[in-house]
């Protein structure tokens, strides 16, 4: 879309473009177009002097081929405020994430005002085969479900998955590390159990330790945990 891709492009930094590309290793360099996370903001005031056709186009046309694209189209999902439709964009954009970056900054009103009709869906895409789906299914967790909404059953699935993937088994030990801080009678028996792979339960372990959130006493006998 080419107007959108000539505002992206006004607000590009070389040097940025080269920093973000060292922390997304799985893409090339030339995905980069180099934009400072404050600018979208403005990015979005400017989309407002385009039709709504052209933004409603561009939603549609994937993949996207730079990765300031796809932030862009998260960005345009999150502010949607009716779930029905933040949902389906969702579902249509998730085939397309490829990496941390992107999947990591989905949220967004519709979905912290709609857990229950959020949560269904949180359960299929965590069985879904793309490991970034997976990802912002754990995310949606995280954020989510681990408060009032939280119930021990939610953490059955993601204990279950076994994945070569990287960024997959992080996500994985950041939610187990997080529902030990805020819900730690029920996680703490998916560690005692040995109920997570090795590197992932080991990993929920470091980053729990390493919580503030943690009292002295927990990190010491997580530290008795370790495999």
């Given at each position: 879309m080419k107007e959108i891709l000539d505002i992206l492009y006004s607000h590009q930094d070389e040097k940025y473009g080269d920093f973000l590309s060292k922390l997304v290793p799985n893409l090339p360099r030339e995905k980069f177009i180099g934009i400072r996370s404050p600018e979208y903001k403005k990015?979005?005031?400017?989309?407002?002097?385009?039709?709504?056709?052209?933004?409603?186009?561009?939603?549609?046309?994937?993949?996207?081929?730079?990765?300031?694209?796809?932030?862009?189209?998260?960005?345009?999902?999150?502010?949607?405020?009716?779930?029905?439709?933040?949902?389906?964009?969702?579902?249509?954009?998730?085939?397309?994430?490829?990496?941390?970056?992107?999947?990591?900054?989905l949220g967004g009103k519709a979905f912290e005002k709609n857990h229950g009709k959020l949560l269904p869906y949180v359960k299929?895409?965590?069985?879904?085969?793309?490991?970034?789906?997976?990802?912002?299914?754990?995310?949606?967790?995280?954020?989510?479900?681990?408060?009032?909404?939280?119930?021990?059953?939610?953490?059955?699935?993601?204990?279950?998955?076994?994945?070569?993937?990287?960024?997959?088994?992080?996500?994985?030990?950041?939610?187990?590390?997080?529902?030990?801080?805020?819900?730690?009678?029920?996680?703490?028996?998916?560690?005692k159990e040995n109920r997570l792979d090795k590197w992932t339960h080991n990993k929920t372990i470091q980053k729990a330790r390493e919580s503030f959130r943690i009292t002295d006493e927990q990190k010491e006998y997580l530290k008795g945990l370790k495999r």
């Open positions: 990015i979005l005031k400017e989309l407002q002097s385009l039709h709504c056709e052209t933004v409603d186009a561009f939603l549609k046309e994937l993949p996207h081929a730079y990765q300031e694209e796809n932030v862009l189209h998260v960005v345009l999902i999150n502010k949607e405020k009716d779930f029905e439709k933040c949902v389906s964009l969702l579902e249509t954009f998730l085939p397309f994430v490829d990496n941390w970056a992107v999947s990591d900054v299929k895409w965590m069985t879904d085969d793309k490991p970034y789906t997976k990802r912002v299914a754990m995310l949606f967790l995280k954020k989510y479900f681990l408060d009032e909404d939280f119930s021990p059953e939610l953490l059955e699935s993601p204990a279950s998955i076994r994945s070569d993937e990287y960024y997959v088994n992080m996500m994985t030990a950041w939610l187990f590390a997080d529902a030990l801080v805020k819900q730690w009678d029920s996680a703490i028996l998916f560690l």
